[in-house]
């Protein structure tokens, strides 16, 4: 067991989608870790469903507000029920795609944005959601994302996946490879650079070395196998450098991971989603913690999904949430 942390500011933690692994894994930490700075942000019954599933050990504690924490008693887990949630999510199916799960996981993320953009809480910590449950609800965004980018106003963001070897920063996210390939853009590779970089600073590297990836196998071989990499990639990293970042590349997309776990990059800046998150996801995803890069507060989440296949069934690991609550509180004064 971990040491208990001190109350102050919370972080946030929403319970991601109702009939996924997010409840559990939730449940599962606090009785292992019982962290003291945080609330869960979701649906009583939901949680409670959860504590049952992995066969109990907590109490659940209903807040009013997350101001409330420090009154919490010791061995429950604290949650606070925003309003607007919908009515009966509890009777909502463990692992399916459930309307009403989406709209749930998606007034969890608002209410608790709202929360931190108050003042009252520190950061957020998402567990995983169901995009088709979040479209079936109606919601425009296709993820976490895009969702968080538009509740801080339309700031440019990006996604690091990272764990204790590898960070990876993605330049295009959830669209089709297709429409990903014409996103790659000297504009949006140079976006994603300063992004990274200044991200990486707060975290307290002065000079990240950021080593940048081809789009194209081999980086492109110089036009041979498409000329993406000549016609923005290159020309962003220049003016990368001459903005007074120590960018590199392009690499070849398939060596460029493997130099960076070595140590000679902090950071790898891929072109598509899949390039950048199955290396880092092949090393293990019980550390891997996704970090939303840009928005105005520390965003940070598990790098797996709401494994529908095991709802329920009180297994799922929290470690995964586990890292990313330990990322947020390292991110945070």
């Not at 538009?150 to 700031?155: D, E, Q, R, S």
């Amino acid at each position: 067991m971990t040491p208990e942390h001190s109350p102050g500011l919370p972080l946030a933690v929403t319970m991601g989608d109702a009939c996924g692994i997010g409840p559990e894994i939730i449940a599962s930490l606090w009785r292992r870790e019982v962290p003291r700075d945080a609330v869960v942000v979701g649906d009583v019954a939901v949680l409670r469903r959860a504590v049952a599933a992995i066969g109990g050990g907590l109490a659940v504690a209903e807040l009013q507000g997350l101001d409330e924490l420090d009154r919490v008693p010791p061995r429950c887990l604290p949650v606070w029920q925003p309003a607007g949630l919908p009515a009966g999510l509890v009777d909502a199916p463990l692992g399916r795609v459930d309307a009403r799960a989406g709209a749930a996981a998606a007034r969890c993320i608002e209410a608790a944005v709202a929360e931190i953009q108050a003042g009252r809480a520190r950061a957020l910590v998402t567990a995983p959601i169901h995009k088709e449950a979040l479209h079936a609800a109606g919601s425009p965004y296709p993820g976490h994302t895009e969702m968080l980018q538009a509740l801080a106003g339309g700031v440019p963001v990006r996604m690091m996946l990272a764990n204790e070897e590898l960070r990876t920063v993605l330049v295009t996210i959830h669209c089709s490879l297709r429409d990903a390939i014409t996103r790659v853009t000297r504009e949006a590779v140079l976006e994603t650079l300063h992004i990274t970089g200044a991200a990486l600073r707060r975290m307290g590297l002065q000079a990240p070395r950021i080593a940048v990836a081809g789009l194209n196998p081999h980086a492109g071989e110089g036009g041979l196998f498409g000329d993406e990499e000549i016609r923005h990639i290159a020309p962003a990293i220049a003016d990368a450098r001459a903005a007074g970042w120590e960018a590199s590349g392009p690499y070849a997309p398939d060596t460029v991971f493997m130099r960076a776990r070595r140590g000679e990059f902090d950071v790898v800046v891929a072109m598509t989603h899949d390039h950048g998150l199955i290396p880092v996801k092949y090393l293990g995803v019980e550390q891997g913690v996704n970090v939303t890069l840009g928005l105005p507060f520390v965003r940070t989440s598990p790098d797996h999904g709401t494994a529908f296949d095991i709802a329920g069934r009180g297994i799922a690991d929290p470690a995964s949430l586990g890292a990313a609550l330990a990322m947020a509180r390292r991110l945070t004064p």
